[in-house]
């Protein structure tokens, strides 16, 4: 089993950087595909970035790509998501979440955080 605890959400302006962190418990997180998810009111949740075991690979939605950056400190059991430019379409609700395989559909993730929410002011 494997607990994820996100940190890191608030108010930003447009255009303007946040970080968010995921720290996971367990001493198998390297074993998971770890991602990011988000969840506008009246929305579906939509997948936002995914990073493979090692790091070694990565995969964004079109709408973050060039701006938002995945990465993961396995000896920290931390998955990050580095946002910049941020707009007010990027307002949401940020969950992390972990699966067994390399994927990017929800419906293939195993665990989930409680979820962070980002607000953007425009």
């Known amino acids: 089993q494997v607990q994820l605890v996100e940190s890191g959400g608030g108010l930003v302006q447009a255009g303007g950087s946040l970080r968010l962190s995921c720290a996971a418990s367990g001493r198998t997180f390297s074993s998971y595909v770890m991602g990011w998810f988000r969840q506008a009111p009246g929305k579906e949740r939509e997948f936002v970035a995914a990073?493979?075991?090692?790091?070694?690979?990565?995969f964004y939605a079109d709408s973050v790509k060039g701006r938002f950056t995945i990465s993961r400190d396995n000896a920290k059991n931390t998955v990050y998501l580095q946002m910049s430019s941020l707009k007010p379409e990027d307002t949401a609700v940020y969950y992390c979440?972990?699966?067994?395989?390399?994927?990017?559909?929800?419906?293939?993730?195993?665990?989930w955080g409680q979820g962070t929410q980002v607000t953007v002011s425009s």
């Open positions: 979440a972990a699966a067994r395989i390399i994927t990017i559909q929800a419906m293939d993730f195993d665990y």
């Open positions: 990073i493979t075991r090692s790091g070694g690979s990565s």
